[in-house]
């Protein structure tokens, strides 16, 4: 069956530093990812979309890269700051659901940026 | 713009009890989503309407569960009679303006924060 992973455990780095989460899947070949971005109490919110023909995409201080031989995202964060602090969700289409925009989320990984 | 709009906020009930939610997407845009956030755990999509017809309800609990989205604009999710493993947020998002620009990404609500007790 399909299935997406993300590190479970709480990611904790020094501000500053970059801050690296993975988004793997399995069973799966999606033709976009997004990442989302959700604090405590709120909605997700939309960060990055990534194309199955792309490898890297960049916005600001975030980067994301899409290995779809390895199955894999990473989402990068530079010079992190205490305000990145929160949940990251990664999401994938479904297969099949043609142009319906339709999405399976990761758990999140959750990031603590310390000062 | 205005975001998607969601009342109420937070609802506790006891279980057998039903509950509705109420959902505004943002204006223009004809999909808009049902889900289920299971506290620890990433949203699980309920169901999804494009414009007033529902596109897929494959993981909605039907025998409990009903949504309706009348006009192809506001909606509404209700649970009848509500059990204790129903207690989660239930977020509505919406995407796709009706402009003709394809859009993926989603924008959520705040959701609403369901207590069964």
């Known amino acids: 069956s399909q299935k997406i992973e ?41 960060l990055l979309l990534i194309r199955e023909n792309e490898k890297e995409k960049r916005k ?14 990473l989402f990068h964060i530079t010079a ?5 602090s929160a949940t ?9 659901s043609g142009n319906t925009g339709k999405l399976i989320f990761g758990q999140g990984t959750t990031l603590q940026v310390k000062p | 713009e205005a975001g998607v709009a969601q009342s109420p906020r937070y609802k506790i009930i006891e279980k057998r009890q039903s509950v509705a939610f109420w959902c505004n997407p943002i204006s223009g845009h004809a999909t808009l989503y049902w889900y289920q ?16 017809g529902v596109v897929d309800d494959s993981q909605l609990p039907k025998d409990r569960f009903s949504a309706e989205r009348l006009k192809g604009v506001d909606s509404t999710l209700k649970i009848q009679p509500a059990k204790l493993e129903d207690s989660a947020v239930y977020l509505c998002a919406s995407s796709f303006p009706t402009s003709g620009r394809v859009s993926y990404e989603q924008y959520f609500g705040p959701g609403t924060r369901l207590t069964v007790t």
């Open chain 2, 37 to 52: 956030q299971i506290l620890g755990q990433g949203p699980k999509l309920l169901i999804q309407f494009q414009n007033n």
């Open chain 1, 60 to 73: 600001e201080r975030l980067k994301v890269t899409f290995d779809t031989t390895l199955k894999q995202s």
């Open chain 1, 6 to 46: 993300q590190n479970s455990e709480a990611l904790n780095i020094q501000e500053g530093k970059t801050a690296t989460l993975t988004c793997n899947y399995t069973n799966y070949s999606p033709a976009y990812l997004q990442w989302y971005r959700q604090d405590p109490g709120r909605g997700p919110v939309f």
């Open chain 1, 88 to 96: 990251y969700l990664c999401a994938l289409d479904i297969p099949g």
């Open chain 1, 80 to 84: 992190s700051q205490p305000a990145d």
